[in-house]
T-cell receptor
């Protein structure tokens, strides 16, 4: 079974803080994704990575950056957290293509005060 | 095994036409169905549907879900060349996102 883990389930930060969300997958998947999920807005892609050190912007990359130094780890960084970044953040991975089944981690619920 | 099937596989229309894309699914523990548009490397989110019979609209695009018959449709009215893309539906049940086969839409002037 694919296992995708995220570093925190709940996080509370203050406006302006730098926030790191970590994601690790154990199935040697090529692709990794960061989404945010908001009520009524569904699942929106922030960034994805199709290889180590490779990244591409998704639907809503503004205010975020990512890092993929190792194949199994994909980090999402909020350089200066703002209240409109309060959301559920979900990491996913897929073996090859972005249209293949993506496996999700449990999510991190981030509250920015 | 969970399955998401889309039809038609391919569609060619002229600008101004209205198109209907179909998505049927057979999944255990259904939670929601998502529609995406893919023009480049990764799909762009369009709609998330969780309840039957409630239409979601965004400009010329609209979508509806029928949980009894296990299908969804995506309508695009007054198509434009910029609507040319692959449209994907996907079953999302919080630990997996399973994509359908996709419908390639080509809109000619």
């Amino acid at each position: 079974d694919v296992k995708v883990t995220q570093s925190s389930r709940y996080l509370v930060k203050r406006t302006g803080e730098k926030v790191f969300l970590e994601c690790v997958q154990d199935m040697d998947h090529e692709n990794m994704f960061w989404y945010r999920q908001d009520p009524g807005l569904g699942l929106r892609l922030i960034y994805f990575s199709y290889d180590v050190k490779m990244k591409e912007k998704g639907d809503i990359p503004e205010g975020y950056s990512v890092s993929r130094e190792k194949k199994e780890r994909f980090s999402l960084i909020l350089e200066s957290a703002s209240t409109n970044q309060t959301s559920m953040y979900l990491c996913a991975s897929s073996l090859f293509g972005t249209q293949e089944t993506q496996y999700f981690g449990p999510g991190t619920r981030l509250l920015v005060l | 095994e969970d399955k998401v099937v889309q039809s038609p596989l391919s569609l060619v229309v002229h600008e101004g036409d209205t198109v209907t894309l179909n998505c049927s699914y057979e999944v255990t523990n259904f939670r929601s169905l998502l529609w995406y548009k893919q023009e480049k490397k990764a799909p762009t989110f369009l709609f998330m549907l969780t309840s039957s019979g409630i239409e979601k609209k965004s400009g010329r695009l609209s979508s509806i879900l029928d949980k009894k018959e296990l299908f969804s449709i995506l309508n695009i009215t007054a198509t434009q060349t910029g609507d040319s893309a692959v449209y994907l539906c996907a079953d999302y049940n919080t630990d997996k996102l399973i994509f359908g086969t996709g419908t390639r839409l080509q809109v000619f002037p």
